[in-house]
């Protein structure tokens, strides 16, 4: 089990197991040294938000069988970059984020306001 805390300083849950999310390839959005692009938000694909990565140079739309990815769409979650997910509500495409499975380190980014603004899980 994982002792990794999410944005609310509970325990990490996970983010998707299929397809199999995570730098790590676990299904959580764990954060190591290894994940310089901190990829720690939890966050569900939206067919903008995959258009405007595409065009920044990160194509998750297409299938890359050689690295066992299957391609994303609109409604599959995701641990994307923190950076990348800052990048995409500056210019109004952020997709909605799961914040019990976004990692604490997303917050060294990104605000937590505006993790909230686009929360799937709070009532």
Not at 12 to 26: H, K, N, Q, V
Not at 87 to 105: F, I, K, N, Q, S
Request: glycine letters at 8%; a negative charge; aromatic letters at 8%.
């Amino acid at each position: 089990m994982s002792t990794a805390r999410n944005v609310l300083g509970e325990p990490l849950a996970g983010c998707c197991s299929a397809p199999i999310t995570g730098f790590y390839r676990d299904g959580f959005c764990h954060v190591g040294p290894e994940d310089h692009g901190v990829h720690a938000v939890c966050a569900v694909m939206t067919d903008d938000f995959l258009s405007f990565s595409a065009a920044r140079g990160n194509d998750l739309a297409t299938p890359r069988p050689e690295f066992d990815f299957p391609g994303l769409a609109a409604g599959d979650r995701w641990c994307l970059c923190a950076a990348r997910w800052a990048e995409a509500e500056a210019a109004g495409v952020a997709p909605r984020v799961a914040l019990t499975a976004t990692h604490e380190a997303a917050l060294e980014i990104v605000a937590l306001a505006a993790l909230k603004r686009h929360a799937i899980d709070l009532s």
